[in-house]
């Protein structure tokens, strides 16, 4: 939040010492900016604002929407639930998928070609045709998970699945697995300990990175949340929709508390992808 | 050493999850959109060619689609341009700060730009003291227009820039060495090399666009007529539930996405041939 605070004092161009002759590179990247800024701008204005009528700046100041929101049963109820569903999806897609990583990397290089084109489909279809078809083959018979979170864990796998794909294919190639393999091998650890032991540690930061970035897209998820599960088990996106009819000041509150953990998310991720860089540079 | 258990079985679990959440669905859409009352045929199809409420819902996603995604297309352009010439320290904040928008989208976005242009929305009523406009219609097609393109821009940025910081400035040197102007320039040397990322962007920007739902949703529930909303309305709306013609609506949906990308693909590779010769 303190982020987008500071942003205004970048929006006019004139501030830069660029403009002091005509620039128009500057001028339409402050458009630009501007343009970008406004909608974020006003939500925090109207999230901080103890009315903001018909007036340019809001009558006054103050964090009581803020209180409100968090004081708010239904929002905490809400928050957590979005946390279970994020972190059960992470869990099964780090489950499901680093074995197929590690054999793609080590023993079945036609996998990874497989594998570059089935991470294609999340992006090739979108989430309302694929619920299309999630609401009927599991709305029934002998999987009736609609309505449950249990249908949203495994759907969200499938939309995290590029993600974590090459985030841990990428960590790999950058790992020496046969030769630290073998190496833990001769000195006595079965396959499975030599891989928890020692290829899992060396895989952690490229992994971690791809936890936080695929953790911020599934919390602002609103698409599957709302057709295959809807009112029941409200997330965090699907009770900002249902709150549609409160205060803009409350909603505002609530849109700014959503953006600042993605930035806090996203942050942490751009933050740990340098440390690795670094780290392998070295 | 003998492995207990062959290695290609930790792949499985893998495969089931995926079939199962994945390929399932689009399959079971692909074949049930040719299911008419348990027969075969392209019963559903005729009704959404027939029907002008349907085909009015697919000429205002391709509109509001292909419009956004050009003028997004153009800004990001201009945009990318602008920060290969400006300072390093303009170019990485405006880099975050793409980054950061480019997060900012479905529900949280549509509430955001109720409170900046809806009726009583504080750009709209300084606007209006202003005595500049007399009322905003958010709720219109010029109005999803500005949303759809707000959120086309950063993604846009973000997927152009690298092609413009391939751009060596040698080139620019070597061309205007050879005589060439600013326009020769672009002609000859900067829209070629750029086209493909272009070609690919737009096509990017145009899925993205066709496949959006929840700021739509979100602003005005079901009362835009939109693909994705009556696909949705067809499976998880109030009554009339059809899920084989809602199967149809979203098979067309994607094969407009499969049908543009394979006129990029076609157009790049004519491109290609052109150039090689």
């Not at chain 1, 594998?115 to 999630?134: D, E, K």
Request: hydrophobic share 55%; proline share 5%; with cysteine.
């Amino acid at each position: 939040m303190a982020h987008a605070e500071t942003l205004p004092a970048h929006k006019s161009p004139t501030a830069a010492p660029l403009s002091a002759t005509f620039n128009p590179y500057a001028w339409i990247v402050g458009s630009v900016f501007a343009v970008l800024a406004l909608p974020l701008v006003a939500t925090l204005g109207y999230a901080l604002a103890t009315r903001w009528g018909a007036t340019l700046v809001p009558d006054g100041l103050t964090l009581a929407w803020f209180v409100e929101l968090w004081t708010t049963p239904r929002f905490v109820a809400a928050f957590a639930r979005s946390l279970a569903v994020a972190v059960g999806a992470l869990a099964l897609s780090l489950v499901l998928v680093m074995p197929v990583a590690l054999l793609a990397h080590t023993r079945y290089p036609w996998l990874d070609r497989w594998m570059n084109t089935l991470i294609l489909m999340p992006f090739a279809v979108p989430p309302v045709v694929s619920s299309v078809g999630l609401l009927k083959l599991y709305a029934g018979g002998p999987l009736p998970l609609v309505g449950t979170p249990w249908i949203l864990i495994p759907t969200y796998f499938t939309i995290v699945l590029p993600f974590m794909y090459r985030a841990i294919a990428n960590s790999l190639r950058a790992v020496d697995v046969q030769s630290l393999m073998d190496a833990a091998q001769l000195l006595g650890a079965g396959p499975l300990k030599a891989f928890f032991l020692v290829i899992l540690p060396n895989l952690r930061g490229g992994v971690q990175i791809a936890i936080f970035l695929s953790f911020s897209f599934l919390v602002g998820e609103f698409v599957f949340a709302n057709m295959l599960v809807g009112t029941r088990f409200e997330t965090l996106q699907v009770y900002l929709n249902n709150m549609r009819g409160a205060s803009g000041h409350f909603t505002s509150a609530l849109v700014i508390t959503l953006f600042a953990f993605t930035l806090i998310l996203t942050w942490l991720g751009n933050r740990q992808a340098e440390h690795t860089i670094t780290e392998a540079t070295r | 050493m003998k492995a207990p258990l062959p290695a290609w079985l930790w792949l499985v679990p893998f495969a089931v999850i995926f079939t199962a959440f994945q390929l399932a669905p689009m399959a079971w859409v692909a074949i049930s959109a040719f299911n008419v009352n348990g027969n075969w045929g392209l019963g559903h199809f005729q009704e959404i060619a027939q029907s002008a409420f349907f085909r009015q819902a697919i000429w205002k996603s391709l509109t509001i689609s292909l419009v956004s995604s050009a003028i997004g297309l153009v800004i990001a352009t201009l945009t990318c341009h602008a920060l290969v010439r400006s300072g390093g320290r303009l170019r990485r904040a405006m880099i975050a700060f793409t980054n950061m928008t480019s997060n900012f989208a479905g529900v949280p976005l549509a509430f955001a730009f109720i409170i900046l242009l809806g009726a009583n929305g504080v750009l709209t009523l300084a606007l209006q003291r202003l005595g500049i406009i007399e009322d905003v219609r958010l709720y219109s097609t010029g109005g999803l227009i500005v949303i759809y393109t707000w959120f086309q821009i950063p993604l846009g940025i973000l997927l152009l820039f690298p092609a413009f910081a391939g751009l060596k400035a040698e080139w620019r040197d070597a061309a205007s060495l050879l005589g060439a102007g600013r326009i020769a320039y672009w002609q000859r040397i900067g829209l070629p090399v750029l086209w493909p990322a272009l070609a690919g962007t737009f096509t990017v920007l145009f899925a993205n666009a066709m496949g959006a739902y929840a700021t739509v949703y979100a602003l005005v529930n079901t009362s835009y007529n939109l693909m994705t909303i009556r696909i949705a309305n067809l499976v998880a709306g109030d009554l009339f539930l059809e899920p084989n013609l809602a199967s149809a609506l979203a098979l067309i949906l994607v094969m407009l996405l499969v049908l543009v990308t394979l006129v990029q693909q076609w157009l790049l590779r004519r491109s290609a041939q052109h150039g090689s010769r």
